[in-house]
């Protein structure tokens, strides 16, 4: 009996296994892609977009340039997961029947309670998202003045927070606008948990691109046009951003399976509670021994192999695969400008330094993306959005 192989999202840890899968079952398995959008986002460069839109067409692959002709993709949105039926439930279509089903749906943004924030804040999660940040900067722009600027403010000075905030100042410095930009971190420091070293360097990008840095305060409540903290002064703004944290989506909200935060718990080889349903990427909470797997763009790619992999071995009878996460490094934008830290590269060939900035991390970074776009579609096609990245 044919086998059904079911893949619910396309982000990098969806769009990865799509591509492993097809190589895997060549044709012996039935495989279906379900994605409520009909293309892959390269979601860490998705900040661009909050400067310049027409960036989103380098940073965009339809999912028809990636699924072989076999694939069966559609557009829909995932409303329910039931294992025990083994049925994928849509918002719009008919149900899908699966036989093994990945979950790569992604990660949707986490308020922890505080009042008024899920109200009054954008986020960036997508490209509409992007797009919308982009729009209320620029509005904003249009009604301030020198004397009473755009207040433009980030909540949460992670990944995300960062590279939006860098991207809000080459929107102000590009367009002469009268913005002032200030990052919010609850925390003592930005870019929480990594090396002081890649923090230091990180607050000296952004706080020469004109961005005020609030540390070592929560916010407690959100209001229209003002936040709330629990110690500091009330902090006004005309555009809230809020990239503070991730939690599971909705779909899987009734799942019958082990779960955190509405994330799925899987094992190193990304087998869950149920042998037929595997889960990587920001669904998944990835048993790594003493911490779960990150979730980040890195992560998930290595992931992706991997569970493709394993869902053809668990077709065959075949042990599974154990995965194991390889820190590679980090490499972070501020605007034009990056910051890489513990970089790994090719033949185990060490760096003098382990934190660099300048033309160095900035093409890093580049390239990073252009591999991740090459090994989806082609060299041509990376080389292209080669000046958007």
Do not use: C
Request: no cysteine; proline share 5%.
């Amino acid at each position: 009996m044919t086998e059904n192989v079911v893949v619910l999202g396309a982000g990098y840890a969806g769009a990865g296994a799509v591509t492993k899968l097809q190589s895997e079952l060549d044709g012996t398995a039935r495989l279906t892609w379900i994605s409520d959008t009909d293309y892959h986002l390269v979601l860490h460069e998705a900040h661009r977009v909050i400067r310049d839109p027409a960036v989103r067409s380098d940073i965009t692959i339809p999912v028809h340039d990636i699924a072989d002709p076999a694939t069966r993709f559609i557009q829909d949105r995932v409303v329910d997961l039931d294992v025990d039926e083994r049925v994928v439930e849509l918002e719009d279509g008919e149900d899908v029947e699966y036989d093994y089903v990945l979950v790569a749906l992604g990660s949707q943004t986490a308020y922890y309670g505080i009042p008024g924030l899920e109200e009054y804040s954008l986020t960036l999660k997508s490209l509409d998202d992007a797009l919308e940040i982009h729009e209320a900067i620029e509005a904003a722009s249009r009604d301030a003045t020198r004397g009473e600027p755009a207040q433009v403010v980030v909540g949460g000075a992670g990944l995300s927070g960062i590279q939006t905030a860098g991207e809000v100042a080459e929107f102000r410095d590009a367009h002469r606008a009268p913005i002032e930009i200030h990052l919010v971190e609850a925390l003592e420091e930005i870019f929480p948990g990594n090396d002081p070293e890649i923090q230091a360097a990180l607050r000296d990008l952004l706080e020469d691109a004109g961005v005020t840095i609030h540390t070592d305060d929560p916010i407690t409540e959100a209001e229209e046009g003002v936040i709330h903290f629990d110690e500091g002064d009330p902090l006004e703004y005309d555009v809230l951003v809020w990239t503070g944290g991730i939690t599971g989506r909705d779909a899987l909200d009734s799942a019958d399976l082990d779960k955190q935060h509405n994330r799925v718990e899987a094992e190193a080889n990304f087998q869950t509670s149920d042998e037929r349903v595997f889960a990587i990427g920001d669904s998944a909470i990835v048993d790594q021994g003493d911490q779960p797997a990150p979730p980040t763009a890195q992560a998930a790619w290595q992931a992706a192999e991997v569970a493709g992999e394993n869902i053809s071995r668990a077709i065959q009878n075949r042990p599974l695969v154990t995965w194991e996460h390889e820190d590679k490094g980090t490499v972070v934008s501020v605007g034009e400008e990056a910051v890489a830290h513990g970089v790994k590269p090719a033949l185990g060939v060490s760096l003098p330094v382990t934190t660099f900035g300048g033309f160095p991390a900035k093409n890093l970074k580049k390239l990073i993306a252009a591999r991740w776009i090459a090994d989806l579609t082609s060299w041509n096609r990376a080389r292209k959005a080669w000046p958007s990245l």
